[in-house]
């Protein structure tokens, strides 16, 4: 069974604004809304290809009933732990350029830390748990380490894909599965990665330190898989990008939702790929027609 940790989900406010002028009144022209946060965004790519899976983390408010009934709705298994605060707003505004401001999260008393132990501590060996985003200010520093500690005692494999310090404290667990973009790799090696060598350079030493299968991804420039065998390279298809918010989640619920379906890792990288830029070229996150029409065009080169 695949589980997703969103610690700090979000309710994502999508505003199109033609011509953003900071400082003055602006409209909008579109806005939508989407139940956001990056398990929460696998878990419903995951369904969309028909992979169950069941989300966790902590939800409050109107805003978090919002996403319960959305996940619920498309058939996305819940069981977060519910809290008196309020789901935090993300903000989304495509103009010429995309910018984003993501809130910092609410207030989790530590009872409610102990009853998400507490569900985490039922997952069963060889249980994918995915641990995606970002934390609320509030949760103690090493909470990821120590969901990362229970997963190890009870034979969980873990997903990665948080950035920052949590990224290098996760990375000492051995994790099944990683993807940083280049910019979160390069964070993590306190240096600017600019090219695939550098990129290269950087993921073999994590797979030396343990990480089983490493996707780097790139956004529109590719992406790199790495294991004990080698590397290799994917293309990524071209197109119009609607939102590209997503598509990293998008990247990783494709790679684990096909390698556990298929266990032929190249097929994983492929639909991997393919699911980042579908939803990349989408508004919503992708849907398994649009990644499977993209297929063809992810080309597979080991360098
Ligand atoms: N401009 C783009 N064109 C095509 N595909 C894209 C584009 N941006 C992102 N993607 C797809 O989404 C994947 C993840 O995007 P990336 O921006 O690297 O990750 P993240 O969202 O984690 O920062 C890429 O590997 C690619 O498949
Ligand atoms: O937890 P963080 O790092 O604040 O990120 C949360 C945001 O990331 C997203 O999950 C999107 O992630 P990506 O664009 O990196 O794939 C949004 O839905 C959400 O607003």
């Not at 069974?1 to 400082?23: E, H």
């Not at 909008?28 to 989300?55: D, F, Q, W």
């Amino acid at each position: 069974m695949i589980y997703t940790v969103t610690l700090n989900p979000s309710v994502d406010y999508v505003v199109q604004v033609d011509d953003f002028q900071l400082g003055t009144l602006n409209r909008t022209r579109r806005n939508e809304v989407y139940p956001g946060g990056k398990g929460i965004n696998v878990s419903r790519v995951l369904n969309r290809l028909s992979i169950p899976s069941t989300a966790l983390g902590f939800i409050g408010g109107f805003t978090g009933q919002y996403i319960e009934t959305i996940l619920q709705k498309e058939g996305v298994r819940t069981d977060f732990v519910t809290t008196d605060g309020l789901t935090r707003i993300n903000i989304k505004l495509k103009s010429e350029k995309e910018t984003e401001i993501n809130g910092e999260g609410m207030e989790i008393p530590s009872e409610k830390v102990d009853a998400f132990f507490q569900k985490i501590d039922k997952l069963q060996r060889d249980d994918l748990l995915v641990i995606a985003g970002s934390a609320p200010r509030s949760l103690p520093k090493d909470l990821y380490e120590k969901v990362a500690e229970l997963a190890r005692k009870k034979g969980v494999k873990l997903v990665v894909d948080v950035s920052g310090s949590p990224l290098s404290q996760l990375v000492t667990y051995s994790p099944f599965f990683m993807k940083p973009n280049h910019h979160e790799l390069g964070e993590l090696f306190q240096r600017e990665i600019t090219n695939v060598a550098e990129a290269v350079h950087c993921g073999q030493q994590l797979i030396e330190q343990g990480v089983e299968h490493l996707v780097i991804s790139m956004a529109e420039q590719g992406a790199l898989y790495l294991n004990r065998e080698g590397v290799w390279k994917a293309t990524v298809p071209k197109g119009t990008v609607k939102n590209s918010v997503g598509a990293g989640d998008s990247l990783v619920a494709g790679f684990i939702g096909t390698l556990a379906k298929t266990n032929d890792v190249m097929a994983a990288f492929r639909f991997g790929v393919a699911s980042g830029s579908a939803t990349a070229f989408s508004e919503d996150l992708c849907k398994r027609e649009d990644v499977e029409a993209l297929l063809p065009e992810v080309q597979i080169a080991k360098l």
